[in-house]
């Protein structure tokens, strides 16, 4: 069992900055995040293959958002910038013991993180 823990939430303005930080407790495949805003389904934000640093963006973030990682600590960073108010939602990080592809909504996922709170004021 990976435990996921996440870090760096919190309120900004928008056009401003933040960055999540996510400590796996193990070793994965992919790690990445969702989100999920209120009233709304969770919505894939962003995955990291650990093994290669290969990437996928969801459209509604690309050129905004940057995911990196460092293996040595298990722990991914997304850097989110230009935030919009229709980026406030609960993010929460993700991994995946194996390859398979990951759905909007969740699927192929194996761990997840608790949530943290992301707002974005007008």
């Known amino acids: 069992q990976v435990q996921l823990v996440e870090s760096g939430g919190g309120l900004v303005q928008a056009g401003g900055s933040l960055r999540l930080s996510c400590a796996a407790s193990?070793?994965?495949?992919?790690m990445g995040w969702f989100r999920q805003a209120p009233g709304k389904e969770r919505e894939f934000v962003v995955r990291i293959t650990l093994s290669d640093g290969s990437t996928y963006y969801a459209d509604s973030v690309k050129g905004r958002f940057i995911i990196s990682r460092d293996n040595a600590k298990n722990t991914v960073y997304l850097q989110m910038d230009s935030l919009k108010p229709e980026d406030t939602a609960v993010y929460y990080c993700a991994a995946a013991r194996y390859g398979s592809a990951w759905s909007r909504s969740g699927g192929g996922v194996n761990y997840w993180g608790q949530g943290t709170q992301v707002t974005v004021s007008s």
């Open positions: 193990g070793g994965s495949y992919a």
